[in-house]
């Protein structure tokens, strides 16, 4: 089967998403054992995945989504509690680092051929639009896609690994499944979404 179409993943897929919470973790709370980074950074994004769907049916404000996965993983790794305001304050933070990511470099290897080729390609995200865009902007990537081919979860009702996020893509972008390639970090979210679809995918497990 040749491929035709490819569509990426953002977080942790075309940067490192670890560092920018790693680096805010270590100013906010150097009381947690650093060791356990990444343990800590999958149950926060574990914890994201949980209370998303609810922000997205607005039953809880985003700042309260923000609140919630910084308390569990305090709840999880630290010997003590925090605030409201401090998980704010961590949010803050981690924002801050968000704004310093940059591209993988194979990465862009990839976007370079991809627009070279005339390779179509595209974005599905899960995230709050405005959030996701900000990422993208600071990557410098969106040169590379077509506005109309990047899928943020919040403006969709839907969130990966939904298959209706994906059939919304294919329906979309004009991409037929089975001509399309997926390419994400997170097993659940990605790969079985995207396979639930009847796309093909790629695991970019680089952890």
């Known amino acids: 089967m040749t491929y035709k179409n490819i569509v990426f993943d953002l977080d942790d897929t075309l940067y490192d998403h670890l560092l920018p919470f790693k680096n805010s973790i270590i100013q906010c709370f150097p009381e947690l054992d650093i060791s356990e980074i990444e343990l800590i950074y999958k149950r926060f994004r574990y914890w994201s995945d949980i209370a998303f769907p609810k922000y997205t049916n ?4 985003i700042e309260e989504l923000r609140i919630f996965r910084c ?13 409201d ?42 995230g709050p639009v405005k959030h996701q865009l ?10 590379y896609f077509d506005k109309e081919k ?48 009847g796309w093909k995918s790629i695991w970019f497990n680089h952890r």
Request: hydrophobic share 40%.
């Open 58 to 61: 607005k039953q809880i404000s």
């Open 71 to 83: 308390k569990q993983i305090i709840s999880e790794f630290g010997s003590f509690s925090i605030s």
């Open 85 to 126: 305001d401090l998980a704010l304050s961590f949010q803050k933070t981690y924002e801050k680092e968000l704004s310093s990511i940059t591209l993988f470099p194979e990465l862009k290897e990839i976007l370079e051929y991809c627009s070279a080729k005339r390779i179509p390609i595209g974005i599905i995200t899960n």
């Open 134 to 143: 900000k990422k993208l902007s600071q990557l410098d990537v969106l040169k």
């Open 150 to 197: 990047i899928i943020i979860s919040q403006a969709t009702g839907f969130q990966k690994p939904q298959i209706e996020i994906f059939n919304l893509a294919s329906k979309n972008f004009n991409f037929l499944p089975n001509q399309t390639l997926y390419i994400g970090d997170n097993f659940e979210n990605d790969i079985e979404g995207s396979l639930n679809a």
